[in-house]
């Protein structure tokens, strides 16, 4: 029986043709002997937005730090001689106008990374950009672009989607650009959409999924604009050694569904670059399943030993033995982030998580065994979910206090459950519903799509006693906070001795959770004015989320709400 797909057919092929190869080699080479900067080349902007989501305490980190998919399209383009700046405003008060103001200064080429909660900024951004530089080309990649691309070449400014991994095609993309061939080369270019002469929507071909990570750059992060602010580069940073994750979740998109690695020989000459040019001293590994294939996880623990780094990943709770975590554990691990999402059995059968309880409690006794923290990470309100099961849920969350992240499920474009909330009527628009996904803080007030039934403050009680089960995160003397973020949640209580043996008392006295500040005009998006009232009164009637409290942003930078 042939393997059934839940994403997109495309993402699943591979990028083998001899164009790719070409910019394989491209990389590879310029690399070694970055070309110089060419002023005569098409200046690219590219801008990262802002995120709602909070992270919790000690973990801020991940929010400020500079991230592989802008950094290496900066990169290709900066080692190929284009004049190239990343514009950052994940965190401005008015990430819309901040973002248009240096846009307008000195741009030929726009690029936009697009996340799932970042639609109407990129949308309102490429408006404002259409309107006084027609000229300007804009080029969106990224998650959201590709599991949507006709919501965007139709309902936004877009004039190139750049489909899945995009260091190949933004090379040919400029190249292109650059000889004043596109009108000739687009239709040949893979793996994008585009705008034909009457403003549809046409497809390329795909591209495929690049087969060999060792093309890759190392990642040059002075093009992030941090680096040139007074406190410099924060010495954390999210990277990776995989793409891709061999399993297929109904809830979770990945723009690289197929499980592609860089050799070890790739990834010591990475890490000896970061830690060399940038002082890196903790690394988020962000591989979907960091710990998949025993022997490469092996191989890798032996190459980020040598460079004295802590440092946390993501991995399942099936790939978790003693031979991994003794590797993981002398090599820096200081905490291990697992899916864990349910206890259900029925839950985590609709979901395909390949889980269940025993494996969880086995790869939990294993991580502390083994001398590594253990963070699970939960959702409230999955298909199947019963009082029952979530209840056990809380219960188990309270008595180990390991919790990292707990959030209400969210209907991912692309994903099964994205589908089927459309076919179900809880979406009344897909462009309803990418709005609506821009308010969603990670917090126990946000509003949420109630597709398991359960009553309301069922849901609500669960996730409000999992959140005060939170352990505490690996950087608690983060340094970098940005001048503009907000703080949640006082929490007195410290947990087990566990957190306090590692974070002290108080940890989280001052506050649980921080981010930035929602975008001015995100009270737009609540499910009172997107979604049907019977929708919206199932996931958001007994509390107001952020967006629905927003008032003008006050001037402190201390907001504790």
Not at 451 to 471: F, H, K, M, T
Request: aromatic share 10%.
């Amino acid at each position: 029986m042939p393997r059934q797909l839940s994403l997109a057919p495309e993402l699943y092929l591979d990028s083998n043709e001899s164009v790719d190869h070409r910019y394989m080699a491209q990389m590879r080479e310029q690399d070694e002997t970055p070309v110089p900067t060419d002023s005569g080349k098409p200046r690219f902007t590219l801008v990262v937005g802002p995120s709602p989501f909070t992270m919790m305490r000690g973990w801020e980190f991940f929010l400020t730090s500079p991230y592989e998919g802008a950094s290496y399209i900066s990169t290709v383009l900066h080692n190929a001689g284009y004049p190239v700046r990343i514009v950052d405003v994940r965190y401005a008060l008015d990430p819309v106008q901040e973002a248009y103001r240096q846009i307008m200064d000195g741009t030929d080429v726009l690029g936009i990374c697009t996340f799932e909660d970042n639609f109407p900024f990129v949308r309102e951004l490429m408006d404002l950009v259409r309107g006084a530089r027609p000229d300007v080309p804009i080029i969106c990649g990224g998650s959201l672009v590709t599991s949507v691309p006709h919501v965007f070449m139709e309902h936004t400014a877009c004039d190139i989607a750049v489909i899945s991994e995009g260091e190949i095609t933004i090379l040919e993309l400029m190249e292109s650009y650059h000889n004043g061939s596109w009108d000739k080369d687009l239709p040949d270019i893979k793996g994008i959409c585009y705008r034909g002469e009457d403003g549809r929507m046409r497809r390329t071909r795909p591209r495929g999924q690049m087969m060999d990570l060792d093309s890759l750059p190392r990642m040059r992060l002075d093009l992030w604009p941090q680096s040139k602010s007074p406190m410099g580069l924060q010495p954390q940073l999210i990277t990776s050694y995989s793409r891709g994750c061999k399993m297929d979740c109904s809830f979770c998109y990945r723009t690289t569904p197929q499980v592609r690695a860089k050799s070890p020989e790739k990834m010591d000459r990475d890490l000896d670059w970061l830690k060399s040019q940038y002082g890196i001293d903790f690394a988020f590994f962000v591989d979907l399943t960091f710990s998949s294939h025993r022997r490469q996880t092996l191989e890798m623990c032996d190459v980020i030993k040598g460079y004295d780094l802590r440092w946390t990943c993501l991995t399942r709770c099936a790939d978790m033995d003693k031979p991994r975590i003794d590797a993981m554990r002398d090599s820096g691990a200081d905490i291990i982030l697992y899916g864990v999402e349910s206890l259900g059995s029925e839950v985590l059968r609709e979901a395909r998580k390949g889980n269940s309880e025993n494996l969880t409690v086995r790869a939990m006794r294993t991580t502390f065994e083994g001398g590594v923290r253990f963070g699970a990470l939960l959702i409230v309100g999955l298909p199947n979910e019963s009082e029952e099961s979530l209840n056990h849920m809380v219960d188990f969350a309270e008595q180990y206090h390991h919790v990292t992240r707990v959030k209400y499920l969210s209907a991912m474009p692309g994903t099964t459950v994205y589908r089927q909330a459309i076919d179900s009527g809880l979406m009344r628009s897909e462009v309803d519903h990418l709005n609506w996904l821009s308010v969603e803080q990670a917090l126990h007030e946000d509003e949420f799509l109630n597709v398991s039934g359960l009553p309301e403050a069922a849901c609500r009680d669960a996730y409000q006693r999992i959140y005060n089960s939170y352990s505490p995160g690996p950087v608690m003397d983060f340094q970098h906070f940005p001048e503009n973020f907000q703080y949640f949640h006082p929490q007195p209580d410290d947990g087990l001795e566990r957190s306090t043996s590692y974070a002290g008392t108080g940890w989280r006295s001052a506050f649980s959770s921080a981010g930035a500040a929602l975008v001015p005009g995100s009270e737009r998006f609540t499910l009172d004015k997107i979604a049907d009232p019977e929708v919206a009164a199932a996931g958001s009637s007994l509390m107001l989320c952020g967006a629905k409290k927003l008032e003008p942003i006050p001037s402190a930078s201390t907001l504790v709400v």
